[in-house]
């Protein structure tokens, strides 16, 4: 059965031609770093980022995790937004896999402040904790992008604090694509960085961490004590090529359909957002006055074939990707605006 599926962009199907290369792709052992695909992925992608060198891992969580490990030591503390994905949805996993705290501040629509994050290194006071990392987001999980000006003034400070920066760019290319810029214009902001190839590049599994060769070293050994030493990766590695290599490229299409999406919606009574922020392929919208609750909506909708999330405290989130046309949109739209009423 097709579904109109709107909860996210990582529900994506692989492309035929993703599907062939699994196929045909040569493969080996990537414990043994003889899987030549996985091998050609991960030079491919420290290229493509100017970056020393690049590993790949399981999942966007467990890059942004290696990268914790591998800058923190047991005890350290690294600075976050108080809505990002490593502090909100990443299973408190700096706590339980670097020991690490997380000090987190309140940006303003999620946007990082040099000047808070200045603030909030610590000093040489017996008790406190010491200041290891900062860690970024791009594009935001609110759907917005930071500017290459931000993240410079931002890098400005950790370099007079000798701090590294890890960044989260679940993605990246999404934000690339915003600013119009290259992927590596942010990688050069970083030290390190992870990027995921499932979300809206239309991998079935994987991303990508990148850094210095000695970071990079590290995380790979710490990727093994994680379980993720995958064995013959390359039929993985395959199509994560062509998702990285080709697919960014049309991403610019899913940020049009989503501002499409967004001014449909805003045309529906009761409907608020902000228009401003629909910057990459994410629309958060809230429903108010309806006769029908809002918490109702999702299985309703399902009843039709148009997949959503509940939404979270009262606001929703419907996501643009390879698999929804305008023609998607204005089925979903339609839908709703008969739920409304």
């Given at each position: 059965m097709?579904?109109?599926?709107?909860?996210?962009?990582?529900?994506?199907?692989?492309t035929?031609?993703m599907?062939?290369a699994?196929?045909r792709?040569?493969v080996?052992d990537?414990v043994y770093v003889?899987d030549s695909t996985?091998?050609?992925?991960?030079r491919?992608a420290a290229?493509?980022l100017?970056?020393?060198?690049a590993?790949f891992v399981?999942?966007?969580?467990m890059?942004?995790q290696?990268?914790?490990?591998?800058?923190?030591?047991?005890?350290?503390?690294i600075?976050?937004?108080?809505?990002?994905h490593?502090?909100?949805?990443?299973?408190g996993?700096p706590?339980?896999l670097?020991?690490?705290n997380?000090?987190?501040?309140?940006f303003?629509?999620?946007?990082p402040n040099?000047?808070?994050?200045?603030?909030?290194?610590?000093g040489?006071?017996?008790?406190?904790?010491?200041t290891?990392l900062?860690?970024?987001e791009?594009?935001?999980?609110?759907g917005?992008v930071?500017t290459?000006?931000?993240?410079?003034?931002?890098?400005?400070?950790?370099?007079?604090?000798k701090?590294?920066i890890?960044?989260?760019?679940?993605?990246?290319?999404?934000?690339?694509t915003?600013?119009?810029v290259?992927a590596?214009?942010?990688?050069?902001k970083v030290?390190?960085?992870?990027?995921?190839?499932?979300k809206?590049?239309?991998?079935?599994?994987?991303a990508?961490f990148?850094?210095?060769?000695?970071?990079?070293?590290?995380?790979r050994?710490?990727?093994?004590?994680?379980?993720g030493g995958?064995?013959?990766?390359?039929?993985l590695?395959?199509?994560?090529?062509i998702?990285?290599?080709e697919?960014p490229?049309?991403?610019?299409?899913?940020?049009?359909?989503?501002?499409?999406?967004a001014q449909?919606?805003?045309?529906?009574?009761?409907?608020t957002?902000?228009?401003e922020a629909?910057?990459?392929?994410m629309?958060?919208?809230s429903?108010?006055?309806t006769?029908k609750a809002?918490?109702?909506?999702?299985?309703?909708?399902l009843?039709?074939?148009?997949?959503?999330?509940?939404?979270?405290?009262?606001v929703?989130?419907?996501m643009?990707?390879?698999?929804?046309?305008?023609?998607d949109?204005?089925?979903?739209?339609?839908?709703?605006?008969?739920l409304i009423?």
């Amino acid at each position: 059965m097709a579904y109109i599926d709107l909860r996210s962009d990582t529900v994506t199907h692989p492309t035929q031609a993703m599907r062939e290369a699994m196929f045909r792709a040569e493969v080996g052992d990537d414990v043994y770093v003889d899987d030549s695909t996985t091998n050609e992925l991960e030079r491919r992608a420290a290229k493509l980022l100017g970056m020393e060198a690049a590993l790949f891992v399981s999942s966007g969580t467990m890059g942004n995790q290696l990268g914790i490990m591998a800058w923190t030591g047991r005890g350290d503390e690294i600075i976050v937004g108080a809505e990002s994905h490593i502090f909100l949805d990443e299973v408190g996993g700096p706590a339980l896999l670097a020991a690490a705290n997380m000090h987190t501040l309140h940006f303003q629509n999620g946007i990082p402040n040099a000047q808070m994050i200045e603030a909030a290194i610590r000093g040489d006071d017996i008790h406190e904790p010491r200041t290891a990392l900062i860690c970024l987001e791009n594009a935001l999980a609110n759907g917005r992008v930071v500017t290459l000006q931000t993240m410079e003034e931002i890098r400005k400070v950790a370099k007079a604090y000798k701090l590294p920066i890890h960044l989260d760019g679940a993605r990246l290319f999404n934000a690339a694509t915003a600013l119009g810029v290259s992927a590596a214009d942010i990688a050069s902001k970083v030290d390190t960085l992870t990027f995921c190839l499932s979300k809206g590049l239309c991998a079935p599994i994987g991303a990508i961490f990148a850094g210095p060769r000695s970071i990079v070293t590290r995380a790979r050994k710490y990727r093994k004590l994680l379980g993720g030493g995958m064995r013959q990766t390359g039929v993985l590695a395959a199509p994560a090529l062509i998702a990285m290599e080709e697919m960014p490229g049309r991403l610019h299409i899913d940020h049009e359909n989503a501002r499409y999406m967004a001014q449909k919606l805003g045309e529906l009574p009761g409907v608020t957002l902000d228009l401003e922020a629909v910057e990459i392929n994410m629309v958060f919208f809230s429903v108010r006055g309806t006769k029908k609750a809002p918490s109702t909506f999702k299985e309703a909708l399902l009843r039709q074939n148009i997949k959503i999330n509940d939404p979270s405290g009262g606001v929703f989130r419907w996501m643009t990707h390879n698999g929804i046309t305008r023609g998607d949109i204005d089925v979903a739209v339609d839908a709703l605006a008969a739920l409304i009423g």
